[in-house]
């Protein structure tokens, strides 16, 4: 799913919905416990801070 951090914005806000729903709402817990992949962290920059610490490591690196 689109939880990660580089993840647009809007997918995040989704995703992150529907997680709650099942963990929540629908009272499948254990469902919500095998979705280990799911991020619920703030992804303040999202895909912005991805393309600036990728323009980092590569400015880093020898010519």
Known sequence: MR???QGH??????VTAMY???AEVA???AVAAM???IDLSEGVLG???AEKATMARR???PA
């Open 47 to 49: 895909r912005l801070g």
């Open 27 to 29: 009272g499948h817990s």
């Open 35 to 37: 979705m280990s992949h």
């Open 3 to 5: 939880s990660q951090p």
């Open 20 to 22: 709650r729903q099942i």
């Open 59 to 61: 400015s880093a690196e």
């Open 9 to 14: 914005e809007d997918y995040r806000r989704v």
